[in-house]
């Protein structure tokens, strides 16, 4: 594999439903914020943060050869309000374009990006019924297509209770959003040679990936109230961002286990708050939390 190490990055903001304000009057507005929210993130670890590292010993691993995964929590694309959801005909469709159109640049070639989850809502065949999505987006860096999941398990943090829970990959075909996916429903993908699992919460709680018999390099996980459950853990890294601040364990989690055991990894804060324009990074933050951006340690495959 071309890649030789691994960084992982935590985009580390509260989603819950009573932290999730307007950002603008225009939803597609608020999304588009979201979005560029992130690539800011990238672009600054890209172009500052790497530079001013401190490596132990003489040498540092080489950029080129460092997969970069940036992960945000479950719920980052939720209207404000319980219950709230996007038109999966149209904001949905905006926010898969707007992802993988935002991470399009080739300086970013060497990033695997999982921009959070988005609820959305479509029309059944029923009348006065909807069918109710938890969509987790994936954008390999440099690349004009999207990975798909959809979430198997609904909890009541979803806030679907008045939907019917769809079948994504028929509702798909619906929308001209297809060209834009490598695929709908990965699972475990290979991104040059790496095989990457990844989870949406409550499907970590419920083993959808152990219970497939998956195997994987690295599991990642976007939750809102889900620690890692290592019953259900498939690889040797597993990292985690969650967007409960309230959860005990934290909001972003980056461990090994393997034959020496169990080791947790520390993570820096970058200089995010800033750098990023005020105005929507005052509309971002929650209770005075600031949005924090957690870098790892560099880790050898």
């Not at 603008?24 to 992130?38: F, G, H, N, V, Y």
Request: glycine share 8%.
């Amino acid at each position: 594999m071309p890649y030789e190490y691994i960084q992982c990055f935590g985009f580390c903001i509260q989603t819950d439903t009573a932290y999730n304000p307007d950002l603008a009057s225009d939803t597609k507005e608020a999304i588009a914020i979201r979005i560029r929210a992130l690539v800011k993130a990238a672009s600054i670890i890209q172009e500052d943060f790497y530079s001013r590292i401190q490596w132990p010993g003489s040498s540092q691993p080489e950029w080129s050869k460092t997969l970069k995964i940036l992960v945000a929590p479950e719920f980052f694309y939720r209207p404000p309000g319980n219950g709230g959801a996007y038109q999966f005909n149209d904001e949905f469709k905006y926010t898969v374009q707007q992802a993988f159109s935002g991470f399009g640049w080739q300086e970013l070639s060497d990033w695997l990006i999982v921009a959070g989850t988005i609820i959305s809502k479509q029309q059944s065949n029923i009348p006065n019924q909807w069918v109710g999505h938890n969509t987790a987006i994936i954008v390999r860096g440099g690349q004009r297509a999207c990975d798909l999941i959809e979430k198997q398990f609904v909890s009541t943090r979803d806030g679907m209770e008045k939907y019917i829970h769809g079948n994504y990959e028929a509702a798909l075909g619906n929308i001209d959003v297809a060209q834009y996916m490598q695929s709908t429903q990965p699972i475990v993908f290979d991104v040059d040679g790496i095989h990457i699992g990844v989870e949406i919460c409550l499907d970590h709680f419920s083993g959808v990936l152990r219970n497939r018999g998956q195997q994987a390099h690295i599991h990642l996980i976007t939750a809102c109230g889900m620690p890692i459950q290592w019953n259900n853990v498939i690889a040797p890294l597993v990292f985690r961002v969650d967007g409960q601040y309230k959860l005990q364990a934290g909001l972003a989690n980056f461990a090994i286990r393997n034959q020496f055991g169990l080791r947790w990894l520390n993570y820096a804060h970058v200089d995010y708050n800033n750098k990023f324009q005020s105005h929507l990074i005052t509309k971002l933050n929650r209770d005075n939390k600031k949005v924090t951006l957690a870098a790892f340690p560099i880790v050898k495959l």
